[in-house]
């Protein structure tokens, strides 16, 4: 289908989605959510036969965070206004389908992200930047509160203490300290981010996407799991991993002394 706020590019088993609005430096809009959630569904359609995803901004920046210019709302003393409606209605959705893709995903940081933009970048499995990117919770200017996620990303990235900064300061977080700090993996120089970016995302298509999978999915299941739990799904995982055919041809190619050819079965 068309889209009026992102693209989306498929290549050789990689969804390349763009937020495309670099005018206001791809801020979340309605028609943007709106958008994002028939997207994904698109990108997860069988058919469509996509083993990574990989998520950029157009322009300068990755996200600026919501679009308040395009989504205004009359402040009004005598009505009480409910700014986290649009969370449940819209964000959450796409959040929690990025949480339970089948295949990785990564994003390429590629500017400013802020507030809920942050939120989207660091929903990577591998968060990827620019020298020239940053990261700010700008939520605090504007006298709201962390959302998108940030609260239970955060603590579990970087720590309580420097989650607070992050949020209490709202002060930028250029990319080279970020890493510095294990809130992103790698940082490029700007001109080559979405090479490297679109090299690992092809990588990762093209590897034993059915572990992979569960990877991540253990991960995310992890810090809410006791020792015996994440044991338990371990177990289950492995179970169903050792009856791939990738395990069978990842084996045969160990012994054989060559690169495997994994076909994500």
């Known amino acids: 289908m068309a889209y009026e706020k992102l693209t989306i590019d498929y290549q050789d088993n990689v969804a ?3 937020l495309n609005d670099p005018g ?3 801020a979340v809009s309605m028609e943007m959510l709106r958008e994002l959630s028939k997207a994904i569904q698109e990108i997860k359609d069988p058919a469509k036969d996509v083993r990574c995803l990989l998520m950029t901004g157009a ?3 990755f996200c600026a965070g919501a679009n308040l210019s395009a989504d205004r709302f009359d402040n009004n003393d005598d009505e009480e206004v409910d700014a986290g409606q649009a ?3 819209y964000y959450h959705f796409f959040l929690r389908e990025l949480r339970d893709l089948d295949f990785p995903f990564i994003t390429a940081v590629n500017g400013a992200a802020a507030g809920v933009g942050m939120s989207f970048a660091l929903m990577g499995d591998l968060v990827l930047a620019s020298k020239s990117a940053y990261f700010l919770q700008a939520f605090k200017r504007i006298g709201l509160v962390p959302d998108g996620g940030a609260t239970y990303i955060l603590p579990r990235l970087v720590g309580l203490a420097r989650s607070m900064e992050l949020s209490l300061l709202a002060e930028k977080l250029p990319a ?3 890493l510095d700090w294990g809130l992103i993996n790698r940082v490029y120089d700007d001109d080559v981010l ?3 970016a679109l090299q690992m995302a092809h990588e990762l298509a093209h590897g034993p996407t059915v572990s992979l999978s569960m990877i991540r999915k253990l991960y995310w299941a992890s810090p ?3 020792y015996e739990e994440q044991l338990t799904m371990e177990r289950i995982s492995q179970k169903r991993a050792g ?5 069978r041809e990842g084996v045969t190619a160990f012994i054989e002394k060559r690169p495997a050819k994994f076909k994500g079965q």
């Open 16 to 18: 390349l989605l763009t």
């Open 176 to 178: 080279e300290k970020a």
């Open 24 to 26: 206001v430096l791809n």
């Open 87 to 89: 969370l449940d209605r």
């Open 194 to 196: 979405m090479e490297h």
């Open 59 to 61: 322009g300068r920046g």
């Open 243 to 247: 009856a791939t055919q990738d395990f």
């Open 224 to 226: 809410n799991n006791s």
